[in-house]
């Protein structure tokens, strides 16, 4: 079974700042990774994701993400943050079988918090 | 018009009753997942079906149990409900094919006491 680790629970920064979250996985078969993200109150909203091809995967809201398969890792990436990008922030990975797959793993989640 | 429908939004219970949730989804999809999320521990798969005579168990479903009853519904169903099944529920969809993007419901916040 795979599993998916967050190394930040909380991430405070100001408005500007730039941004990396970790993400590391762990299933030694193909995969694809997702990042989902949830406003206060709201429910998650797909950021980006990746399937194949490029590893450096561009989402919505200036985000992107670089899957680095010798390194298991799926880190999500914003160069500046504005403080509407407020919100929890959870990488997901679900395990490919050509014919489909099952639900999806998530990590435990980011709280990110930008400060004006 | 949202894809994907939650009822009730919110609910409170108490511990011992039987309760319902309730998933519709117009995407047309095949798939469809039930998942719970607690604080600081993200979100559990609890059941997911591929279509409607396709039910598998998720990481955590002791104490639920669900029924596909149309493509477009799946419903989540608490037996006994018990405190520690306080929690956010979403439901998700996603497609046959391709690579499993899930989209989400609003969720279901249910207290139990």
């Known amino acids: 079974a795979q599993s998916v680790s967050q190394h930040n629970h909380h991430v405070i920064l100001s408005e500007a700042a730039s941004l990396e979250l970790g993400c590391n996985y762990s299933y030694g078969g193909t995969v694809n990774l997702f990042w989902y993200v949830q406003y206060p109150g709201q429910h998650l909203q797909l950021l980006l994701k990746y399937f194949s091809g490029d590893p450096l995967v561009k989402g919505i809201k200036g985000f992107e993400a670089e899957f680095i398969k010798s390194k298991f890792s799926f880190n999500l990436r914003k160069p500046s943050v504005q403080w509407s990008d407020t919100a929890e922030y959870f990488c997901?990975?679900?395990?490919?079988?050509?014919?489909?797959?099952?639900?999806?793993?998530f990590g435990k989640g980011t709280h990110l918090i930008i400060q004006p | 018009d949202a894809d994907v429908t939650q009822t009730p939004r919110n609910r409170i219970t108490k511990t011992g009753k039987r309760i319902m949730l309730e998933c519709s989804q117009t995407k047309g999809h095949d798939r469809m997942y039930w998942y719970r999320q607690d604080p600081g521990l993200g979100l559990r798969l609890i059941y997911y079906?591929?279509?409607?005579?396709?039910?598998n168990k998720g990481e955590i479903s002791d104490g639920y149990s669900v029924s596909r009853q149309a493509q477009a519904k799946f419903s989540l169903s608490l037996e006994s409900a018990i405190p520690n099944q306080t929690a956010l529920y979403f439901c998700?969809?996603?497609?046959?094919?391709?690579?499993?993007?899930?989209?989400f419901g609003p969720g279901t916040r249910l207290t139990v006491l």
């Open positions: 079906s591929f279509d409607v005579k396709d039910i």
């Open positions: 998700a969809t996603s497609s046959s094919g391709g690579a499993n993007e899930q989209f």
């Open positions: 997901a990975v679900s395990a490919y079988s050509g014919g489909g797959a099952d639900g999806l793993t």
